[in-house]
């Protein structure tokens, strides 16, 4: 399999395509490939940030912070190759910084914890999301068009009925969440959770985790 060597990229929030307007005035923020894990149950969290990290590093798929001064990101932890798989070029991939005094984040690949929220959230990789609706089941791959950005309602094209975002199935495409972790300089099934991880992390939390995959800013709000 040929090497996808990633490009450095940004996202463009004030020529936000499907939200035009929206985020008018935020100028450029930097777009990750990402690999995201998220418990199944999107009103579960962790009861503190220090018991997410207890438990990610029992798993062993969580390192050490890469520097102290950034308290979200995560080197990988020992056991982390054999709980993720990795396709074609694997072994070039970069797993520690270059250069600790001036570090270049999207040369290798770190764990980042989102901050908890008070109530899910919903991440989605706009450009590749074909959700399916909760009632009739249809795949709707043009769903942006159907999309009120006010209310976060989708409107289903074909049998019309209307259901807040969270309740349509995105698959590996986004989910709505209360906790986010996101695996870092990965693309789209490059990476993939072993279902070892998944079920580690199960019995860690109580609550089934499944993953999608995402090109977008970091979740740091
Ligand atoms: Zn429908």
């Known amino acids: 399999m040929a090497c996808i060597v990633p490009e450095p990229d940004t996202h463009m929030l004030s020529s936000n395509k499907f939200f035009p307007g929206k985020y008018l005035g935020i100028l450029v923020e930097t777009a990750y490939r990402q690999l995201v894990l998220c418990p199944s ?30 308290p979200d990101r995560f080197l990988i932890g020992d056991a982390f190759m054999q709980l993720f798989s990795f396709m074609g070029c694997a072994p070039s991939i970069e797993f ?40 009739c089941q249809r795949r709707i791959p043009a769903w942006i068009q159907h999309y009120h950005a006010n209310d976060m309602i989708l409107t289903c094209p074909h049998c019309k009925q209307s259901e807040h975002a969270c309740r349509w199935r995105w698959f590996d495409a986004g989910a709505c969440a209360r906790q986010f972790v996101s695996i870092v300089n990965v693309f789209p099934k490059e990476s993939m959770p072993t279902e070892t991880v998944l079920l580690q992390l199960q019995q860690e939390t109580g609550v089934p985790w499944h993953y999608f995959y995402l090109h977008a800013p970091l979740f740091t709000d």
């Open 41 to 70: 149950d999107s009103n579960w969290q962790p009861a503190s940030r220090a018991e997410l990290v207890t438990i990610l590093q029992r798993v062993g798929m969580l390192g050490q912070l890469v520097t102290s001064a950034i």
């Open 96 to 135: 520690t910084p270059k250069d600790l005094h001036n570090i270049d984040w999207l040369e290798f690949v770190f764990i980042q914890l989102s901050p908890a929220q008070a109530r899910p959230r919903w991440r989605v990789d706009k450009e590749s999301a074909k959700p399916a609706c909760p009632h």
